[in-house]
């Protein structure tokens, strides 16, 4: 009788199985998505850090013996010992067959073969993958709580969403089964009915969604090989392990059948009258917030709507907490991203634009090797090499020395904070050196207005400071450091505490002007720029700053960049050297925004669709109810054109709160972001990202309007006057 | 003078051999002022008849004229109005609003229309009826009786030509339902107020001027009783 009754009741109430299925599914799809998701990125992780470090689990570093070896492996936890010979020395790697005892097990090892706790070496990271961290430290990695957060907050909204789905369903037959209780049927035997009948219609939804979910992680990793595999080297692997299929199964099912049993449970607590008179449903409310902004805008309507969404608040809590978390995220992140933009654009791409094309990193080699080999002369379509390296060094500047204007601006060490160290009354000031070679040196003196700058040792100064009480970061401006004086130098030693050995380099000139390098210095340093020739004969005894030579290529057109770049490695075979393209890097910038918003977007329409997922449960569930709920407006004299309205309402209420929330919140959050990063709000209002939060939002409506609609059409065909005669006037 | 008039008024439902005739041809006249007991069996029509006089169904044929408006020509947006102004209707399950409270249940159908209750005659009312000092309740908040005075004051409020009430005192103990019967009459007395009262109970039909019994869809008598 019961399998007749369930399988009537599926027969003739479509549209509450199918929204029943479709909420299995859509929540076994994203349950098994993200399980997949999680599952591949630890597995990603375990498998680049293996790859980078290896698979030990801790390590003792320095020579041991083979007895000692003999020893190790004869504790019953190790699986395999392995003496490496590495460029600091032997290391042996230890393997453990119960890896969550490896913080315990090695200082026991250590003890046995009588070495030092601090040779021992944990393979930290690779440990804190499979959650297993050193005894001391208290704060397990951020990120990896925020993934587990993320996971388990997004699987729990997804439980909620099969949960309401049926509390929606169960809800919607307790008429029904009150009317079965009046004629004897068992709370048991309702309950057996109903839990039944729950796997019955769930059970092939939630196998066919763990295949779509692991289908959708499988495209997800191929997307993302796409997009990063290129940068990053090596492709990303799709990995799948039967025990998610089993976690994402169980849970389904558990969340199905306590979703199933709950309200169950509750209807065997209420009176078969009760339940055929719909009184449990009156008599729950118990209180009511005002609805005064809604009631002042639209009349009672409005105060109807109102009130009606908040009785039913917790049905749709999943979609106002899902819709809201969703806009908002996504309204965060492309603000985020839009400011990162104009932050980007001002102190990079826009601010090197026109400085280089090519950049070339040579390793262990100095300016007088590369020069050339490679010059502006051996490339075809190149502007201008610049080849150059840096070096530091430190100078001593009396008060005098300084400029007037940044005497006027008081006292230097206070605006330059540890940048300008003070002894005996005398600055200590950091002068980074460029060295270009001569020809670009020479170029470069022309271009300032010396013209003698290739024949004579010496360095240009360029004078200039940072005036940060006039100016921030971001828009900054300067004035001269020093006072310019003919016949001078500065005597420069590179040791800060001991300056023993000083060199007295003249000055050729003073200006303000840079070399148009891809360079950043320090903001209040006296920078000084001179030719190789200069720095070998006069400076060769002191160092460069790292052993590296960098050449600065502008190219004679966008479109030659590829084919210079073939040049110079052709020309450079053999050298150990790195080489980044202005195209290139602009692309892989854009690339990864590209996948950045692919997949917080993604992430936030996950969370949309869970939250529409929801509207639609309740709008098409609770239609029975919603019936009964009109009937009573429409028995006092509610028009239908106060029943479309009224609905019209919960839907603007429904679709707009994530709305109205989301803009105050993302307009404190771009003034906080914009005053902390010094970005004009004006330049933030000419690129902000109306067009793709619109669209976002439109979708939000558009969806809970169409739920809207399909449940409204229901409500308003339907003859209200039957239920009313059958439910209330009977 | 005529309050309520029908013509003719047959309802059937269904089709077929599931036809079913509620209605058979019923005529009827009503005058203003008059409290008038519908009696009769389940299924006898009674609550049709009521359907059809509130304006919440439609006849199959025939007439019914509320103060010379004939129901059958209202679209669904005047029916709801004229429900609103001239109508006020009773029911056994009080069909109050579970998320307004008593005093804007009361005034609900004033609220459609967007006026403002005339406050004199709303203290009146509810001071008669007794429940003054459950405005601010929810309706989960009062007992069956005082559900059903709300009921009764919502129906009073827009001073309705026609009071319509379908077994008003079906859910009530003997001691609401005598209550309720007795603000019946008396609002039918102070206000001249018209009811047509539904009920099973032939004791509470005793208390109105007039009693009309149906039997099979007809009115098989109809015994005036004003003294």
Known sequence: MWKEYSISYIKNNKITSVSLMVAALISAMFLSLITSVFYNMWIDNINQIVAKEGDWQAKIIGSISEKEIESIQSNANVKNVITTQTENGMETLVYFYEIRSTYEDMPKIARLIEVDASVIQYHDMLLSEYFIFAPDNEHPPMLLAFYVFVMVAACISLILIIRNAFLVSMQSRLHQLGILQSIGAAPGQIKTCLLQEALGLCLLPIIVGIGCGAGLCFGAIRLANGIAGAYRGENAEFNYHIGLFLITFIVSMLTILCSAWLPARNLSKVSPLQAIKGEEEQNSVKKVKKFLLVSLLFGIEGELAGKSLYVRRKALRTATLSLTLSFFAFSIFLCSITLSGISTKYTYFERYKDAWDIMVTVKDQNINDIEGTLDIDTLNKAKSCCVYQKALAYTWLTEGMLSDELQALGSISEAAGSDVSVKDSKYQVKVPIVILDDTSFKNYCESIGVNDGGSEWGMVTINRIWDNIHSNFRYKKYIPFIKEQDNTGFSLFQNKDRNDYMVKIPVLAYTDELPVLREEYANYALVQVMSASTWQNMLANMSVESQETYINVQTATDAAIWSVQTEIEQLLSGKNYEIENRAEEKQFNEEIKKGYILIMGGLCGLLAIIGLANVFSNTLGYIYQRKREFSRYVSVGLSPRGIKKILCIEALIIGGKPIVITVPLTIVFVIFAAAASYINPMEFLESMPIVPLFIFACMIMGCVALAYYIGGRKIYRNNIIETLKNDILS | ?227
């Open chain 2, 1 to 227: 003078m005529e309050i309520l008039k029908c013509a003719g008024l047959t309802k059937v439902y269904g089709t077929g051999d599931n036809q079913v005739t509620a209605l058979d041809h019923v005529n009827l006249c009503i005058e203003k002022g008059e409290f008038v007991a519908v009696i009769g069996a389940s299924g006898s029509g009674k609550s049709t008849l009521l359907h059809l006089l509130g304006g919440v169904d439609q006849p199959t044929e025939g007439k019914v004229f509320v103060e010379d408006t004939d129901l059958s020509t209202l679209n669904p947006t005047s029916a709801a109005i004229f429900r609103r102004r001239k109508v006020g209707l009773i029911y056994q399950f009080y069909n109050l609003i579970p998320t307004l409270t008593v005093r804007r249940n009361i005034i609900m159908p004033m609220l459609l229309d967007k006026k403002k209750p005339d406050e004199e005659y709303f203290d009146q009312v509810v001071v008669s009826l007794g429940i003054q000092d459950k405005l601010n309740c929810l309706p989960s908040q009062l007992s069956g009786g005082q559900q059903q005075r709300t009921a009764i004051a919502r129906s009073l409020l827009y001073r309705p030509a026609l009071l319509l009430a379908d077994e008003p005192t079906g859910n009530l103990d003997q001691k609401n339902s005598r209550e309720i019967i007795e603000m019946l009459k008396l609002s039918n007395k102070n206000l001249k107020q018209t009811i047509v009262m539904v009920t099973h109970d032939e004791k509470l039909a005793l208390e109105a001027d007039r009693i009309i019994t149906f039997e099979d869809g007809r009115i098989i008598s109809d015994e005036n009783r004003r003294r």
